[in-house]
């Protein structure tokens, strides 16, 4: 436990009680032992017009809900000892699952962003929506981190096939350390995005954990070149295969490129393919034009060659990114972009999910 980040959502706390006029914060006492089986990580003592309160609080490093599951079964266990106190979770931020099992449990919460419900004798405090963009991106960059965004890729990837997995062996499907897939698992264990039993582990909401990847990816990420090509549609993309086979470079179509071949729901905007390398030398052959606007064809080069597993040929034979990294792709586009995405989602991903 971080004793600053307890201490600060604490402070978070005391700001909201405070804020009650006719309630008086008598003291904050932390840590306490000796009362209760095992220490709780703070005790509230309070002064209202109808009788004293006390608040028993529990601090987890994550808002996630796996730790407040944890949190709830403690402070209910100490419920049971403290005649009329009331309950409470802190967290540096809370997510929305979470708030629904402390909402179900009766348990009060509050984080560092200002969320926060408490309802207790003649008190009632709520608020919500707030983000806390730090903590967020935290761990946001480090579940979807180059080497982290391999094992979510696999793991989606092969999400159709409910594939149970050791940790030693989706390390090696997607090439990264042991260590590396133990952290992103218990990231995952931490938001209930994975169930494990004697089998092995599986990822169980492939939907959940696709869309809060979305929300922490961008494809410019990659390098990206724009061009504009005298040449469109198939007669383009042939071009653009041949130059690559040509020079011995991985590629494989995105974006639109992919969505029209996939799920087709609208006009492609542009044309989109990873390149591995060389794409000067590519947009050369293909007699490609650079521009910085006005652009019909963009060359990604990968940020990791991730983005290159589970890439597969079309019926023309065009190779074409799974329907993940082609969902991820398209919804860094605005408007036709999400529209297309959203087309992949339901027509390629979700049936098989």
């Known amino acids: 436990m971080s004793a600053n980040l307890l201490q600060e959502t604490i402070a978070t706390l005391k700001k909201h009680l405070q804020a009650v006029p006719f309630l008086k914060l008598e003291r904050v006492t932390t840590p306490v032992n000796g009362e209760y089986d095992h220490a709780v990580d703070a005790v509230v003592d309070l002064k209202l017009p109808q009788g004293r309160q006390k608040l028993l609080v529990e601090y987890k490093s994550a808002g996630q809900p796996q730790l407040a599951r944890q949190a709830i079964y403690q402070l209910q266990h100490h419920l049971k000892k403290v005649e009329g106190a009331y309950g409470v979770f802190l967290a540096p931020f809370i997510s929305r699952r979470a708030i629904a099992l402390c909402t179900a449990a009766g348990i009060g919460y509050a984080d560092l962003a200002g969320n926060c419900h408490l309802v207790f004798q003649t008190v009632y405090i709520h ?119 040509q020079a011995g470079v991985e590629f494989a179509f995105t974006g639109f490129s992919g969505a029209v071949r996939l799920a087709p729901a609208v006009r492609p905007a542009r044309a989109m393919l990873y390149v591995a390398d060389q794409l000067d030398l590519v947009a050369e052959r ?68």
Request: with cysteine; proline share 4%.
């Open 127 to 245: 608020q919500e929506g707030q983000p806390n963009l730090r903590i967020q991106r935290r761990e946001g960059h480090s579940l979807y981190a180059t080497k982290a965004s391999r094992l979510v890729r696999v793991l989606l990837v092969q999400a159709a096939q409910q594939r149970h997995w050791k940790v030693a062996e989706l390390a090696a499907e997607a090439q990264v350390s042991v260590g590396q897939v133990s952290n992103v698992k218990r990231q995952l264990m931490e938001r209930e995005w994975l169930t494990q039993d004697k089998l092995g582990f599986w990822l169980n909401a492939p939907e959940a954990l696709l869309e809060d990847w979305s929300k922490n990816y961008t494809f410019r990420r990659n390098l990206v070149q724009d061009y504009y090509a005298s040449r469109s549609g198939p007669e383009l993309d042939q071009v653009l295969a041949d130059t690559c086979q």
């Open 286 to 353: 293909a007699e490609l034009k650079a521009v910085e606007s006005g652009a019909t064809i963009s060359l990604l080069k990968p940020y990791d060659a991730g983005v290159f597993y589970g890439a597969q040929p079309f019926q023309d034979g065009m190779p074409v990114v799974t329907a993940v990294q082609l969902y991820l792709d398209l919804k860094s586009f605005r408007g036709r972009g999400e529209e297309a995405a959203e087309a992949v989602l339901e027509q390629v991903l979700r049936p098989t999910w």
